[in-house]
């Protein structure tokens, strides 16, 4: 090989010429020496013969050699030959992987690239997501959906997303009043997003899970989706909740949830454990022919209203065929409960009503205020005579005294034992009165001499405990003054002076600015909440109002939680004082 100084080599090739001219060569080389033997061993002579046959055996010898060194060359280009053949396929390979490799990187190159625009529209989107103004929020929310959708692996992440959004509202009270809440566009178009990819046609995604734990969904509405798991603990359901027809996978969640309006299951299917513990469901709870897989949980749950199981189906039973424990917890109260059929299970509990775990009663001794909160013509006058004609029936006039507020009038007459100490029909006569009360109760606070002993046994003062019961307390708000204002300062202190609060008044305005009943409140007073708009908020803890029947209501205390109550009915015939029959609405 020869090279002209360049990079390309140069083979030197045997030429045609060549060939046939060696080929000659041989040729008369051949001829030659065959005539030579002739003429030199022809004689025939027994010499010449055995030289002739030397001469061949010599011959054959140079030929045989001759074979073998052509076989051996031969062997040498098969060799050759099968050598090129494997560093061609050796070649081959090599170019193949070369291909390979040139093909993964152009891949990485791709996927970085792709990795880098949607990290880029991501980041992009949660900055808008994040600003002050509402259409810049809204272009993000639309296009993380966007990213969404074409980006398989980044659902998920978009989906929690979406759910962090809409758990930093939790402020139900706030959601009731929508018009507040301009804010309230996008967390809808956030939900509308969720549900559109939850639902099984063409832009769904599957296998999503749900984190909407604490969140106040305002007209929350996953009905016929499909998502694999999903929390909703503590959330709060403004207004009506639909999960109509909707499947859930696996683990689902509603502990401590609280619907304010219905709440849509019906035919819903949960494949897995499905929680209710301790939910609240202050309107009807749909859950006709909803098919439960995974053992639900409803222990502590309220149901306010009616609550529909036709047809629903808990672990392959049909509800009509489960144990009465089970569907008793889950179906409503009584809608009327007299009086005389509710039987105080401790000699000083006052009762009011029943609830699912027996007798509903007051024990003052434990808590000693009250209030209620209920709508118009619900049951508040009712209440209150049940509450008397209960104090009345559990202690006597030396233990008990009660001032009665009833600027209506509804009470006239009603309590005529010697246990009502005053009744006050009118602003002026109460203020009057309240300054007297203040002054008694003064008397009665620990002086600094008092023991820690007196004070366990409550004994550096004598008489009777003093019950200032109030129908229709929102009335006793005189000129901007709030009557019992003078009494806010024993709230903390009412075990102590034998002061008892119980405060009847209407949902409306409720939620706040009321001085008193915000001073009840902050001692975890117990109550009841019935029949009310629920644009007023909740009202006691996390209990709101909402359409109840008459004399129905949700009761929160320390000790029990939240349960739903029906009130005991006393008709005004029927007086504190005696207990001869009773007369129905
Ligand atoms: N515990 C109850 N059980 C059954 N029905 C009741 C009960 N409480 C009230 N009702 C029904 O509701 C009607 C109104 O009751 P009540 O007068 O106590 O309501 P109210 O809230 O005091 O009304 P208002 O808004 O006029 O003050 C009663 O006449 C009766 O029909």
Not at 193 to 215: C, Q, V
Not at 537 to 552: F, K, T, Y
Request: hydrophobic share 45%; proline share 4%.
């Amino acid at each position: 090989m020869v090279t002209d100084g360049g990079d390309t080599p140069h083979y030197k090739v045997l030429s045609i010429r060549m060939i046939w001219a060696a080929t000659g060569v041989v040729v008369v080389v051949g001829v030659a020496v065959a005539v030579w033997l002739l003429l030199a061993f022809g004689g025939g002579d027994a010499q010449q013969r055995n030289q002739l046959e030397a001469i061949r055996t010599a011959g054959t010898i140079v030929i045989g050699t001759g074979g073998a060194v052509a076989l051996l060359l031969a062997a040498r280009r098969q060799r050759t030959a099968e050598i090129a053949l494997k560093q061609k396929d050796l070649d081959q390979l090599a170019v193949t992987r070369t291909h390979e490799l040139q093909e993964r990187v152009a891949e990485d190159v791709r996927l970085n690239a792709t990795e880098r625009r949607v990290t880029e529209l991501y980041t992009r989107a949660v900055d808008q997501l994040g600003s002050d103004k509402l259409p810049v929020q809204l272009g993000g929310l639309y296009a993380l959906e966007r990213l969404g959708q074409g980006n398989v692996d980044q659902r998920q992440t978009i989906v929690n997303v979406l759910c962090a959004y809409l758990r930093m509202f939790t402020d139900a009270a706030a959601d009731v009043d929508t018009a507040r809440q301009p804010q309230q566009r996008v967390r809808e178009a956030a939900g509308a997003i969720l549900a559109t990819h939850l639902r099984e046609d063409r832009a769904f995604w599957p296998d999503i899970d749900l984190d909407l734990s604490g969140a106040s969904l305002l007209g929350f509405d996953l009905a016929n989706c499909r998502v694999r798991s999903a929390t909703f603990r503590a959330a709060t359901f403004v207004d009506d909740a639909r999960f109509a027809r909707t499947v859930f996978a696996g683990d689902v969640t509603f502990e401590a949830a609280t619907f304010t309006g219905a709440a849509g299951f019906g035919a819903t299917r949960f494949d897995g454990p499905a929680v209710f513990e301790s939910a609240m469901f202050s309107a009807d709870a749909v859950f006709t022919a909803a098919r439960f897989a995974g053992g639900p949980r409803f222990d502590g749950a309220t149901f306010a209203a009616t609550a529909g199981f036709d047809e629903a189906v808990f672990d392959a039973v049909p509800f009509a065929e489960l144990p009465p424990d089970t569907v008793k917890a889950l179906t409503s109260l009584p809608t009327h409960v007299a009086y005389a059929d509710i039987a105080a299970s401790r000699e000083k509990l006052v009762p009011i009503g029943v609830s699912d775990g027996g007798t509903a009663g007051l024990d003052f001794a434990v808590d000693p205020h009250f209030v209620a909160f209920m709508g118009p013509k619900s049951g508040k006058t009712t209440l209150v005579r049940t509450i008397l004609r209960g104090i009345v029936d559990r202690y006597t006039d030396k233990e008990a005294v009660i001032l009665l507020v009833d600027f209506r009038r509804g009470l006239r007459g009603y309590l005529d034992t010697k246990h009502l100490l005053a009744y006050a029909v009118r602003a002026e006569q109460l203020k009057d009165m309240l300054v007297d009360v203040r002054n008694s109760l003064r008397k009665r606070l620990p002086g600094p001499h008092v023991t820690a002993e007196q004070l366990k046994n409550r004994t550096w003062w004598k008489g009777p405990d003093l019950f200032i019961v109030v129908d229709d307390h929102e009335l006793t708000r005189h000129r901007g003054e709030d009557l019992l204002e003078p009494l806010r300062e024993f709230v903390p202190q009412a075990k102590d002076v034998g002061l008892h609060l119980v405060l009847v008044r209407s949902t409306e305005g409720a939620a706040a600015g009321d001085t008193v009943v915000e001073a009840l409140r902050d001692v975890s007073t117990p109550g009841l909440v019935g029949n009310g708009d629920l644009r007023e908020g909740p009202l006691l803890g996390e209990v709101w109002p909402s359409a109840l029947m008459p004399g129905r209501a949700v009761a929160l205390d320390r000790l029990s939680g939240r349960r739903l109550v029906q009130v005991a009915w006393t008709g005004p015939a029927e007086k504190a004082s005696d207990d001869q029959g009773t007369t129905s609405p």
